[in-house]
């Protein structure tokens, strides 16, 4: 259970949420969804209630075991093995290796005491093994990892070598298998998960939504899958971003939708009948008021109508949104990209071998694959962040790439939001970026904020807007709808569907496919181009 007692979180001078009181709690069966417009502190207060952060006031208890997905994890040791990662949950990676060492130790000793010594050895770390689920929590743990999509061949790779796709899954695995005992018993774990379904294809979220549905313990997810939170949900926080409060619903999340819509429906009713009946007092109290014997009257005409105005619900102010649009791309040559021989290893983990491909002037181009097959690896190298083994990009006439990576590499979070786009638009005045910023809903203290700290459709909106700055003739977009809010996502189809430039997109989101309207796919591992059609359309989901 986590109890959160006069809760106030703060981003700089940003106030996010003041929940008076212990309102925000969760307990066994709750299955939470907490809502909000991007920036409306989602990411913060969960991170607060996992532990992770400190609040600005108030306190945070929680008892028992708490499971966090942030959005962007951050797994430590990248030469660790996928597997062993998983099963740390349970502590039982580092049973495995010490057993397989006695068991080595075992096979070499000639000495019988020290034989014996081994065995007994191995014998207590078989026994500590099996008061943890021993060989059927092994079991359990590939097949949860089985059905995120995670194969064995995967989770025998260090994790360094997966992509970021890839690495957030195992540690959404991890965390699942730390809740799950494997025999069907209660797991009293309370679950707190960021956009769990990032990177997800529909089959895995198909089974995560039914794990969270019959988990037992206490969960809270933010997500923007209207049918994970339609079908897991019984209880949503709402965080208003213009209040800086928390409203509790304790109901479905469509029940939550259809009390929002009445409850709209009555503040504006009442707002209208009010304003009405004080515009009548304002009136008759201008003429009462003319007259000295009646001023007495008019004054409280006047206060009558403002105690009226004050009485009634303020009807909610429509959330802000963000003004994206790519300005005209720089001019370049016919084909301002060229592709030859690229290839990428990774140890002995061969990526691709041998791509050829040109990137022609306004072309529009979607590169499939399922996870793992390289697509993230294929815009570092077309970006130059990472170096490919053999083979090369041939830059044609007036090039300008613009990056936008999946887990925000191309901003500095120990950098304030103002120092990253100055440091992504050096040459540019500084009324016009903070004109540009102003359209991206960064104004005031935010502008000093650092990078690190905003939540992850902040992120994505910042990172946008170095990429508007830039001018750029190619866009290398890797997941760009990812932790977006529905209206800041419309915004970026929008803004896609009128960029007169060349697009090279990476995306597991349908819309943003058809947004783009694209006329070639390029499909890994092997490379192979093909003309866009309408079942590579449907394949969007399962990449």
Same mark, same amino acid.
């Given at each position: 259970?986590?109890?959160?007692?006069?809760?106030?979180?703060?981003? &700089?001078?940003?106030?996010?949420?003041?929940?008076?009181?212990?309102?925000?709690?969760?307990?066994?069966?709750?299955?939470?969804?907490?809502?909000?417009?991007?920036?409306?502190?989602?990411?913060?207060?969960?991170?607060?209630?996992?532990?992770?952060?400190?609040?600005?006031?108030?306190?945070?208890?929680?008892?028992?075991?708490?499971?966090?997905?942030?959005?962007?994890? !951050?797994?430590?040791?990248?030469?660790?093995?996928?597997?062993?990662?998983?099963?740390?949950?349970?502590?039982?990676?580092?049973? #495995?290796?010490?057993?397989?060492?006695?068991?080595?130790?075992?096979?070499?000793?000639?000495?019988?005491?020290?034989?014996?010594?081994?065995?007994?050895?191995?014998?207590?770390?078989?026994?500590?093994?099996?008061?943890?689920?021993?060989?059927?929590?092994?079991?359990?743990?590939?097949?949860?990892?089985?059905?995120?999509?995670?194969?064995?061949?995967?989770?025998?790779?260090?994790?360094?070598?997966?992509?970021?796709?890839?690495?957030?899954?195992?540690?959404?695995?991890?965390?699942?298998?730390?809740?799950?005992?494997?025999?069907?018993?209660?797991?009293?774990?309370?679950?707190?998960?960021?956009?769990?379904?990032?990177?997800?294809?529909?089959?895995?979220?198909?089974?995560?939504?039914?794990?969270?549905?019959?988990?037992?313990?206490?969960?809270?997810?933010?997500?923007?899958?209207?049918?994970?939170?339609?079908?897991?949900?019984?209880?949503?926080?709402?965080?208003?971003?213009?209040?800086?409060?928390?409203?509790?619903?304790?109901?479905?999340? !469509?029940?939550?939708?259809?009390?929002?819509?009445?409850?709209?429906?009555?503040?504006?009713?009442?707002?209208?009948?009010?304003?009405?009946?004080?515009?009548?007092?304002?009136?008759?109290?201008? !003429?009462?008021?003319?007259?000295?014997?009646?001023?007495?009257?008019?004054?409280?005409?006047?206060?009558?109508?403002?105690?009226?105005?004050?009485?009634?619900?303020?009807?909610?102010?429509?959330? !802000?949104?963000?003004?994206?649009?790519?300005?005209?791309?720089?001019?370049?040559?016919?084909?301002?990209?060229? #592709?030859? &021989?690229?290839?990428?290893?990774?140890?002995?983990?061969?990526?691709?071998?041998?791509?050829?491909?040109?990137?022609?002037?306004?072309?529009?181009?979607?590169?499939?694959?399922?996870?793992?097959?390289?697509?993230?690896?294929?815009?570092?190298?077309?970006?130059?962040?990472?170096?490919?083994?053999?083979? &090369?990009?041939?830059?044609?006439?007036?090039?300008?790439?613009?990056?936008?990576?999946?887990?925000?590499?191309?901003?500095?979070?120990?950098?304030?939001?103002?120092?990253?786009?100055?440091?992504?638009?050096?040459?540019?005045?500084?009324?016009?970026?903070?004109?540009?910023?102003?359209?991206?809903?960064?104004?005031?203290?935010?502008?000093?904020?650092?990078?690190?700290?905003?939540?992850?459709?902040?992120?994505?909106?910042?990172?946008?807007? &170095?990429?508007?700055?830039?001018?750029?003739?190619?866009?290398?977009?890797?997941?760009?709808?990812?932790?977006?809010?529905?209206?800041?996502?419309?915004?970026?189809?929008?803004?896609?569907?009128?960029?007169?430039?060349?697009?090279?997109?990476?995306?597991?989101?349908?819309?943003?496919?058809?947004?783009?309207?694209?006329?070639?796919?390029?499909?890994?591992?092997?490379?192979?181009?093909?003309?866009?059609?309408?079942?590579?359309?449907?394949?969007?989901?399962?990449?």
């Amino acid at each position: 259970m986590i109890t959160a007692t006069d809760l106030e979180v703060r981003a &700089g001078v940003r106030t996010l949420l003041t929940a008076p009181g212990d309102a925000l709690r969760v307990q066994a069966g709750d299955r939470i969804g907490l809502v909000g417009r991007n920036g409306a502190g989602k990411t913060t207060t969960m991170r607060i209630l996992a532990g992770e952060g400190e609040p600005y006031a108030g306190k945070v208890i929680s008892s028992g075991e708490v499971g966090y997905l942030p959005q962007d994890p !951050k797994e430590g040791d990248l030469d660790v093995l996928a597997k062993d990662r998983v099963l740390s949950a349970r502590g039982l990676d580092t049973i #495995v290796r010490q057993m397989e060492k006695q068991q080595a130790r075992m096979a070499e000793l000639v000495d019988v005491d020290l034989l014996d010594e081994a065995v007994r050895k191995y014998g207590n770390l078989e026994d500590r093994f099996s008061s943890l689920g021993g060989y059927t929590a092994e079991s359990e743990a590939a097949r949860i990892c089985n059905s995120l999509a995670l194969p064995d061949r995967v989770l025998g790779q260090p994790l360094r070598t997966l992509s970021g796709g890839q690495r957030r899954r195992v540690e959404l695995a991890r965390i699942l298998f730390a809740a799950s005992d494997g025999s069907g018993g209660k797991s009293g774990t309370t679950l707190l998960l960021d956009e769990p379904t990032n990177h997800l294809d529909a089959d895995s979220i198909g089974w995560l939504r039914t794990f969270l549905q019959s988990h037992d313990g206490g969960l809270i997810v933010i997500s923007h899958d209207v049918d994970l939170l339609n079908d897991v949900v019984n209880r949503v926080w709402f965080l208003d971003a213009v209040r800086g409060e928390a409203d509790i619903y304790n109901m479905t999340w !469509k029940k939550y939708l259809d009390a929002r819509a009445t409850d709209e429906q009555r503040r504006r009713r009442e707002r209208a009948n009010a304003e009405k009946k004080a515009a009548a007092l304002k009136t008759q109290a201008a !003429k009462m008021g003319a007259k000295a014997t009646k001023a007495v009257a008019a004054q409280n005409m006047l206060k009558r109508a403002e105690r009226m105005l004050a009485e009634v619900d303020e009807v909610r102010v429509a959330d !802000k949104t963000a003004r994206i649009k790519f300005p005209a791309p720089a001019p370049s040559g016919r084909t301002p990209l060229m #592709v030859k &021989g690229l290839t990428k290893t990774y140890g002995s983990l061969e990526i691709f071998t041998g791509i050829d491909f040109a990137i022609d002037r306004g072309s529009r181009v979607v590169v499939l694959g399922l996870n793992g097959a390289g697509k993230t690896t294929l815009l570092k190298l077309l970006a130059g962040v990472e170096t490919p083994d053999t083979g &090369g990009l041939e830059p044609g006439r007036g090039l300008k790439i613009g990056y936008f990576a999946q887990e925000h590499d191309t901003l500095d979070d120990a950098a304030s939001v103002w120092d990253n786009i100055r440091n992504a638009s050096p040459d540019a005045g500084e009324q016009d970026l903070r004109g540009l910023l102003g359209a991206f809903m960064f104004t005031g203290p935010q502008l000093d904020q650092p990078a690190g700290t905003l939540s992850g459709g902040e992120k994505t909106r910042l990172a946008l807007a &170095g990429l508007v700055s830039s001018a750029a003739n190619v866009l290398l977009l890797d997941e760009p709808t990812n932790n977006l809010d529905p209206v800041s996502r419309e915004q970026v189809l929008e803004a896609l569907r009128s960029y007169e430039g060349a697009v090279v997109l990476v995306t597991h989101d349908p819309g943003a496919a058809e947004a783009l309207n694209p006329e070639r796919v390029i499909l890994l591992p092997d490379g192979t181009e093909d003309h866009w059609s309408a079942e590579y359309q449907e394949l969007i989901e399962l990449a």
